[in-house]
């Protein structure tokens, strides 16, 4: 790096002295913490995005988020080149400039890294990365801090996109490298757009919102996703959406509302009720990267019937297969390229439904937790599905099945009414699904869509939805613990190789029930160790999971030895 390159970043940098005594790792999903001791690390993280351009020669995303952590904590996270995960080869640099003690070890750091990565930094590219926060009341002072990382680099450029949900500035950095449009408004256009052609393949004979199933009512978590939802729900044509907890209700984000805290308790988010009963009830989490739905029995007393990431992955499986075998039956779409189909989940998917996805013949995968893990599996396949049970997942589609979808589907013209043979309907069904569904990361608002058309082609309520299959029992605790991360974890997090003895204990428990598994995991998001128990009552599950949250204590816990 040239003189003046040096200058710049060591005079910035002296603005952002880490916190002292704090450990700052890029986890499941960046770094977060409480927002009073990320300035500096939100500023070093605006010098990656901006590195990160230079070596892939491409835009970059910077998101200011906690996404489900509480109202007090922050987080900020990288949207690669494709709009995914930052590049899993760059966060131990990402680590070691969060940590680095003063400016001169920054930039000694920086240095080395720009020569081991090939990066040039002789202004020969012009540096962009687009920023977007959630609705923190820390989120503003952050991105300040961001700006002045961006721009330490000479002649960077940092775009300011405003309170975005995560996975639309991700949907932005990948448009925005594919050479297409992508504004906010843009977003909304291919959403609505592909809803409505997927709503005009609905067969006839199946309903399409007529008044009678087209209601669906949301739990905003007090955070950017219902704001969006309510522009977005202008543009689409007889799916009413009702938004609550949205950040214009004065509630808190996150608390006592959104999709962690559905998924986790499996109770009724504020403001939702008895009066809720029938109605399909979708929650989003802060960020809106995450879905989940529930029903609200009748005579509830705050329990629901939660249909998770499971479900919905099944959901969208059961749609895609059935596309998949008209694209095949037809003799004009022989030539068709053959879709293989990957299902990816990780060791909290319920059992009953990988059983389900099994049976139904597919290719289940699992990773380790973390959206970035999947998402890269996800990309193996010509169609990759992949879901968390809190109801994070998308639907990628590589670009040869595109291609040979495009190919078939040139000359068909969709008008008021749809020609075409089923299979070349189901061709489109498919490109129009591949639009809807966001590609780079999962995304709370086009799974919505996604959701509510499917139901409406298949002529599904969301109770027989929820049918499929039966969950079992299961639950879920976190567990406060000196050192998180002396819990070390293999096969995909389903078994602890440190502490010693801790896993021998934990078969112990769990083969005292005859469908018992069970499994622990530091958290990548919050400082806790996390337990996940299921088995074949929920009196057993809660047992197992209450056993196991006190032996992480015994072994890690603050009285630990
Ligand atoms: C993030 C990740 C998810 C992960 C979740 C919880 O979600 O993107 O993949 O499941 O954290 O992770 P952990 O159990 O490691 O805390 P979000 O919605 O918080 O960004």
Request: net charge negative; proline share 3%.
């Amino acid at each position: 790096m040239n003189e003046e390159q040096q200058c710049l970043l060591l005079s910035s940098a002296s603005h952002f002295w880490p916190p002292k005594g704090v450990k700052l790792s890029y986890g499941t999903a960046g770094f977060r913490a409480d927002a009073s001791l990320l300035q500096s690390t939100v500023y070093r993280v605006g010098i990656l995005a901006a590195l990160r351009s230079l070596k892939t020669r491409s835009v970059i995303g910077l998101m200011i988020t906690a996404s489900h952590n509480k109202v007090s904590d922050n987080g900020v996270k990288i949207a690669d080149a494709s709009g995914g995960m930052l590049s899993q080869h760059w966060e131990p640099f990402a680590d070691a400039l969060a940590n680095a003690p003063s400016p001169q070890h920054l930039l000694l750091l920086i240095n080395e890294f720009v020569e081991k990565e090939g990066i040039s930094v002789d202004g020969d590219w012009q540096v962009e990365v687009l920023l977007g926060r959630d609705t923190r009341p820390s989120g503003d002072a952050l991105l300040q801090a961001a700006k002045q990382g961006v721009t330490s680099i000479v002649g960077a450029v940092a775009t300011d996109m405003g309170i975005l949900t995560t996975p639309q500035l991700h949907w932005m950095v990948r448009a925005r490298n594919k050479g297409m449009k992508a504004s906010e408004q843009d977003y909304f256009e291919q959403l609505s757009s592909s809803f409505r052609c997927l709503v005009d393949l609905i067969p006839a004979e199946k309903c399409k919102f007529d008044g009678v199933n087209d209601k669906v009512v949301v739990d905003g978590a007090n955070g950017v996703g219902g704001v969006k939802l309510k522009d977005l729900g202008k543009l689409l044509n007889g799916l009413i959406i009702e938004v609550r907890n949205s950040s214009e209700d004065g509630g808190v984000l996150n608390d006592g509302v959104g999709a962690d805290y559905v998924q986790k308790e499996k109770v009724l988010p504020n403001n939702f009720g008895s009066k809720d009963t029938g109605i399909r009830c979708v929650s989003l989490d802060g960020d809106a990267d995450r879905l989940v739905y529930f029903i609200v029995p009748p005579k509830s007393s705050g329990r629901i019937d939660l249909v998770d990431g499971d479900k919905i992955l099944s959901l969208f499986a059961l749609f895609i297969r059935e596309q998949l075998s008209f694209l095949n039956e037809k003799e004009d779409m022989k030539n068709c390229h053959q879709a293989h189909v990957g299902v990816i989940q990780t060791a909290y998917a319920n059992g009953a439904s990988t059983n389900y996805l099994k049976l139904l013949g597919l290719e289940v995968n699992f990773t380790p937790t973390g959206v970035k893990y999947l998402h890269e599996k996800a990309t193996e396949f010509d169609i990759g599905i992949y879901f968390e049970a809190n109801g994070h997942g998308t639907v990628l589609f590589s670009e040869s099945f595109i291609e040979s979808l495009e190919a078939r589907t040139n000359e068909i013209s969709l008008g008021s009414k749809v020609l075409g043979s089923e299979g070349e309907k189901a061709a489109l069904r498919l490109l129009a699904l591949s639009k809807l569904i966001n590609q780079a990361v999962g995304d709370a608002l086009s799974g919505l869509l996604l959701v509510e058309v499917i139901l409406q082609h298949m002529g599904w309520s969301i109770n027989k939805w929820n049918e499929l299959y039966h969950d079992l029992p299961s639950k879920q605790l976190k567990v406060k613990v000196a050192d998180r991360t002396a819990v070390v974890t293999t096969n995909a997090e389903t078994v602890v190789v440190s502490p010693p003895g801790l896993q021998e204990a934990i078969n112990e428990e769990t083969a005292k029930d005859p469908q018992g598994r069970c499994f622990v995991r530091p958290s990548g998001t919050e400082d806790v160790v996390r337990v996940y128990a299921e088995a074949s009552t929920q009196e057993a599950a809660d047992t197992l999971a209450n056993c196991v949250a006190k032996l992480v204590d015994q072994f890690l816990g603050f009285n630990s030895s």
